[in-house]
């Protein structure tokens, strides 16, 4: 099976900064198969990116991913209060599907 | 607007069976190329996959719980479930009913809210 590493495990930045988050699988995911959510304590993770790179409905432009083969990131472009969270991968080109252990993003 | 809600047992002894039923509205478990997966997450892990059915009843399991799992649909009721056998301490987790898009792009846009399951005597 896949597995994906992401990094850092805790990122650590104040609102209106940018993030990146990184997620490197140990083999190519077919066809840029691989997804991003966020998940708030207490709540089911939400889908964010699928495909690499499209936006899931109703999230907002400072959300993007990009990335092919094994390395794939994503990018909140200026940082809400709300985005803090946890960020899991999830690749899908082969099964069984895969996700990351999650990086945490907090407030600095 | 499609919503999940996972029910079933929150305590289960070891070795015995953990059941989850997943209840589906706002949608069909049994329109369109949707496919309707269980997934796992111990307390502070992260997500397991464990298997999933489509909306006439293929299924596809994880191969590290494949010989403890079923997961079966009941298309008069709208629900989708699980069975896991012979648990153990390793399985408790908070467990997810999930949709995804289609059986071979099987990202998930639904969740249910999660339901924790804890195997302890």
């Known amino acids: 099976e896949i597995v994906l590493t992401q990094s850092p495990g805790t990122l650590s930045l104040s609102p209106g900064e940018r993030a990146t988050l990184s997620c490197r699988a140990s083999q190519s995911v077919s066809s840029s198969n691989l997804a991003w959510y966020q998940q708030k304590p207490g709540q089911a993770p939400r889908l964010l990116i699928y495909g690499a790179s499209s936006r899931a409905t109703g999230i907002p432009d400072r959300f993007s991913g990009s990335g092919s083969g094994t390395d794939f990131t994503l990018t909140i472009s200026r940082l809400e209060p709300e985005d803090f969270a946890v960020y899991s991968c999830q690749q899908y080109g082969s099964s069984p599907c895969t996700f990351g252990q999650g990086t945490k993003l907090e407030i600095k | 607007q499609v919503q999940l809600q996972e029910s079933g047992p929150g305590l289960v002894k070891p070795s015995q069976t953990l059941s989850l039923t997943c209840t589906v509205s706002?949608?069909?478990?049994?329109?369109?190329?949707?496919?309707w997966s269980w997934i796992r997450q111990p307390a502070g892990k992260g997500l397991e996959w464990i298997g999933r059915i489509s909306s006439t009843g293929s299924t596809n399991y994880n191969p590290s719980l494949m010989s403890r799992v079923t997961i079966s649909v009941d298309t008069s009721k709208n629900q989708f479930s699980l069975k896991l056998s012979s648990v153990t301490a390793a399985d408790t987790a908070i467990y997810y009913c999930?949709?995804?898009?289609?059986?071979?792009?099987?990202?998930?846009?639904?969740w249910g809210q999660g339901a924790l399951v804890t195997v302890s005597s």
């Open positions: 999930a949709r995804a898009w289609d059986w071979y792009y099987y990202y998930f846009d639904y």
């Open positions: 706002g949608g069909s478990v049994n329109s369109g190329s949707y496919s």
